[in-house]
């Protein structure tokens, strides 16, 4: 296997590419349990001086809100005609938040979005579904370790 350290605990060998926090970062056996596993680096097998990657792990999905979320809250708000307090009061949020959410200025949490949705009757979230594709599959079977380049061109594929 690639020397490839853990990026967390910095002791051991990374087994695995996992999502902490909104990072993406290399991790050993251990620290790769507080984490959402991306993909495995274990399943790679050694030909002579080259890594090869031997299987890819399913594509991760994710839940993300919606680009638009402002406009569907605020033309939602206008529909029901009820006043951001109350609604701030069902779903037992702040209306200073609220008013931050259908203005643009914040992005919900997906749990906050999950209550407006149910009390709004809107669709502010997404699974989106990740792939993260090593560079391995791009150099003909020889394993490097994934770049930040690789990571973001994974991002801007499933946009």
Same mark, same amino acid.
């Given at each position: 296997?690639?020397?490839?350290?853990?990026?967390?605990?910095?002791?051991?060998?990374?087994?695995?590419?996992?999502?902490?926090?909104g990072?993406?970062?290399?991790?050993?056996r251990g620290?790769?349990?507080?984490?959402?596993?991306?993909?495995r680096?274990?399943?790679?097998?050694?030909r002579?001086?080259?890594?090869?990657?031997?299987?890819?792990?399913?594509?991760?999905?994710?839940?993300e809100?919606?680009?638009?979320?402002? !406009?569907?809250?605020?033309?939602? @708000? +206008? *529909?029901? %005609?009820?006043?951001?307090? $109350?609604?701030?009061? &069902?779903?037992? /949020?702040? !209306?200073?938040?609220?008013?931050? @959410? +259908? *203005?643009? %200025?914040?992005?919900?949490? $997906?749990?906050?979005? &999950?209550?407006? /949705?149910k009390e709004l009757?809107?669709?502010?979230? +997404?699974?989106? %579904?990740?792939?993260?594709?090593?560079?391995?599959?791009?150099?003909g079977?020889?394993?490097?370790?994934?770049?930040?380049?690789?990571?973001?061109?994974?991002?801007?594929?499933?946009?």
């Open positions: 296997m690639a020397d490839i350290t853990c990026e967390i605990c910095g002791e051991r060998e990374a087994a695995a590419i996992v999502l902490i926090e990072a993406k970062m290399a991790a050993c620290c790769a349990r507080g984490g959402k596993l991306i993909y680096l274990e399943d790679t097998e050694t002579g001086n080259d890594v090869v990657v031997k299987e890819y792990r399913a594509p991760i999905e994710q839940e809100i919606v680009d638009d979320y402002a !406009e569907r809250v605020r033309k939602a @708000i +206008e *529909k029901e %005609k009820l006043p951001l307090e $109350v609604i701030a009061e &069902r779903i037992n /949020e702040r !209306e200073s938040y609220l008013n931050s @959410i +259908e *203005k643009g %200025k914040m992005v919900p949490t $997906v749990m906050v979005a &999950r209550k407006l /949705e009757g809107i669709k502010l979230v +997404e699974l989106v %579904k990740e792939n993260i594709v090593s560079t391995s599959e791009k150099s079977g020889k394993f490097k370790e994934p770049t930040l380049a690789d990571i973001l061109d994974a991002q801007k594929k499933k946009k």
